[in-house]
């Protein structure tokens, strides 16, 4: 007899438990994360996109103005919306509105119907963009939020009639008020850099897009009327003078946190721009970009 099986019986005898031998232990299962913010996976954007116009979008000839930051779009967008024809809201950032499918029959469905998730985005896109534009009661929309130079050719593809406005600034005075905005979270070398980014966007927008129409923020507001009747030409539409004093149309435009919300854009009117920086101003790393827009000599 076995040392166990006497033991057992010993065991049993006296206490009525038994010695058996332990089961081998599961290793534990990776306990599952949860996938971070902005990792999803890429969507399926197909370029370019299967686009049919009478269908597919209910938005006709929409606005959009390339600009990096602080550079007076919102001014911009303002004079435009005191236009009877054009509405220009707050930033919507359209591109950070996103779909998914919620499962693999779901998109099987959409495969069949030819809609990618990339297609499905761009419907909720023009959808949010033209329920804007139907409660404003006007023709056009204008959207006007810097990070959309970073996808320029997405919003080209999914608008393939839309209208495109450049609008420059000395690229100084952009990081300067990039800083300025929040002196707290950005040094001027950081500002300089970040802004820098929506800068070579817009460069890349204004190269890769033909028939744009370009603007100095500089011009607009040493001349506005001049430069708005040059803007609205290129638009087709007949210039108003009431543009320019865009603070009797609509005093509700101005969000904070979407865009310019400040005492100077709340004033109505159209202000004198801060002075150019002189040459030695310019620090290295926004040279090349003061050269490329001629803002040196």
């Known amino acids: 007899m076995s040392l166990m099986r006497s033991l057992n019986r010993a065991l049993s005898a006296t206490t009525g438990l038994q010695v058996r031998k332990a089961a081998p232990v599961a290793p534990p299962r990776p306990k599952k994360t949860a996938a971070k913010p902005g990792k999803r996976p890429t969507p399926v954007y197909r370029c370019p996109a299967p686009v049919d116009l009478a269908t597919d979008r209910l938005l006709r000839e929409p606005v959009f103005i390339m600009s990096p930051v ?25 591109r950070r509105l996103e779909v998914d499918f ?25 959808r949010v963009m033209h329920r804007e534009l139907v409660r404003s009661g006007k023709d056009f929309i204008v959207e006007k939020t810097p990070s959309n130079a970073f996808v ?7 608008w393939p009639d839309a209208r ?27 500002a300089a850099a970040d802004a820098l980014r929506y800068m070579r966007a817009v460069d890349n927008a204004r190269k890769g897009i ?18 708005m009747r040059r803007l609205c030409a290129f638009l087709d539409v007949d210039f108003e003078p009431s543009m320019l004093d865009y603070g009797r149309k609509d005093d509700t435009q101005v969000v904070k946190g979407l865009g310019d919300w400040r005492d100077k854009i709340r004033t109505g009117q159209v202000q004198s721009g ?12 926004l040279r090349p970009m003061c050269e490329a827009w001629g803002y040196t000599s």
């Open 102 to 126: 919620g499962s693999r029959l779901s998109q099987r469905a959409m495969s069949a119907l030819d809609l990618e998730r990339g297609d499905l985005e761009h419907l909720l896109w023009d």
């Open 152 to 158: 320029y050719r997405r919003i080209r593809d999914c």
């Open 164 to 190: 495109f406005v450049f609008l420059l600034r000395h690229p100084v005075s952009i990081a300067r008020s990039w800083h300025e905005g929040d002196p707290d979270k950005r040094t001027f070398d950081e």
């Open 70 to 94: 602080r550079s007076g779009s919102t001014l911009l967008r303002m004079l435009l919306n005191a236009h009877s024809r054009f509405h220009s809201p707050h930033e919507l950032h359209i």
């Open 210 to 227: 033909t028939g744009g129409h370009t603007l100095r923020y500089e011009d607009i507001t040493a001349g506005p009327e001049k430069e």
């Open 274 to 285: 801060r002075a150019l920086p002189a040459e030695d101003e310019i620090p290295a790393i």
